[in-house]
């Protein structure tokens, strides 16, 4: 929510911020492609360039990458 906030408000110093987090996470969990979008989403914002459909890109690839894990692993406990 906060990159679409971000990027609705074109706060581009607050999108760099929330994708920089949002790469950081991925990173840590392994989602070596949802972290590499995060991460040209970042550099994006930083450098003032359009963002194009990256927001898109980042949230198909944490979605692909949350049904493989539900797919290995079932749903969080609590979600059904």
Known sequence: ARLAQA???RDMPRLAAAA???KGSAGALGW???AAIAA???E???SGR???DLLAQLQQAADE???AVTAEFGPPPGDS
């Open 44 to 46: 994006a914002a930083q």
């Open 20 to 22: 920089h987090n949002f």
């Open 32 to 34: 070596s492609r949802t």
């Open 40 to 42: 040209l989403l970042q």
């Open 65 to 67: 990458t949350m049904a």
């Open 7 to 9: 990027l609705e408000a």
């Open 50 to 52: 359009s963002t194009g």
